[in-house]
């Protein structure tokens, strides 16, 4: 097996295959490509995994279907997939990666734009509908089924009727960047909660919050 840590680190085949599955965790940040995408609501799954990397002092390295790094934390692995893809298009990344690193869909955490959340509004849950999100509509496709885990993050609903792909593509208002990075510390929080503490206990202790 050539895993993922295989070809950051160049270790030998051995060291991934001594992972317990079970404790080996696939982080995808959900988000399009390129500059003019960077800063828009849409690409807060990109965002948060940035924030993380930047605090971790982790490298993102472009590898197939995605841009990834790992991370280790209480004998867990974490896995982070920034797909490169484009958001439509998301699930052949986060299936290609799942598999080989041999990761069971309940240890995938999926961090997506929520419309129907106000800004900043944390809502973890095991399954659920695409809710209209393209990029958790062919998640559900690529994998065949809707029961895995998502990380909701809420960008609110400020836009006017047929205004809503201008809204969720535009950039963050002054105000929601003020309050951008102690949300992003949550959500921090919230992806090591998830692979340590386990999905019911990061429901209830992120949920609303």
């Known amino acids: 097996m050539s895993g993922f840590l295989n070809l950051i680190f160049g270790r030998n085949k051995s060291i991934t295959q001594e992972i317990d599955?079970?404790?080996k965790f696939l982080i995808v940040g959900?988000?399009?490509?390129?500059?003019?995408?960077?800063?828009?609501?849409?690409?807060?799954?990109?965002?948060?995994?940035?924030?993380?990397?930047?605090?971790?002092?982790?490298?993102?390295?472009?590898?197939?279907?995605g841009d990834l790094t790992s991370f280790k934390f209480k004998g867990?692995?974490?896995?982070?997939?920034?797909?490169?893809?484009?958001?439509?298009?998301?699930?052949?990344?986060?299936?290609y990666w799942m598999n080989t690193e041999k990761i069971p869909i309940e240890n995938i955490l999926v961090i997506t734009d929520d419309?129907?959340?106000?800004?900043?509004?944390?809502?973890?849950?095991?399954?659920?509908?695409?809710?209209?999100?393209?990029?958790?509509?062919?998640?559900?496709?690529?994998?065949?089924?809707?029961?895995?885990?998502?990380?909701?993050?809420?960008?609110?609903?400020?836009?006017?009727?047929g205004k809503q792909v201008d809204y969720v593509l535009g950039e963050w208002s002054d105000d929601e960047l003020s309050k951008m990075p102690e949300r992003l510390e949550k959500s921090y929080e919230l992806i090591k909660s998830f692979g340590t503490a386990g999905m019911n206990n990061t429901m209830n202790t992120f949920n609303g919050k």
Do not use: C
């Open 76 to 95: 867990r692995t974490f896995v982070f997939l920034k797909p490169n893809t484009y958001m439509n298009l998301s699930g052949k990344a986060v299936r």
């Open 21 to 23: 599955p079970m404790k």
């Open 30 to 65: 959900l988000g399009n490509i390129g500059a003019e995408y960077a800063d828009t609501r849409h690409n807060i799954g990109f965002k948060v995994l940035d924030y993380f990397a930047e605090k971790e002092s982790l490298k993102f390295e472009t590898k197939r279907l």
């Open 115 to 161: 419309i129907n959340l106000d800004f900043g509004t944390i809502r973890v849950k095991g399954k659920g509908s695409d809710g209209g999100h393209n990029g958790l509509k062919n998640i559900q496709q690529e994998l065949n089924t809707n029961k895995y885990p998502r990380f909701r993050f809420g960008i609110g609903d400020s836009f006017s009727k």
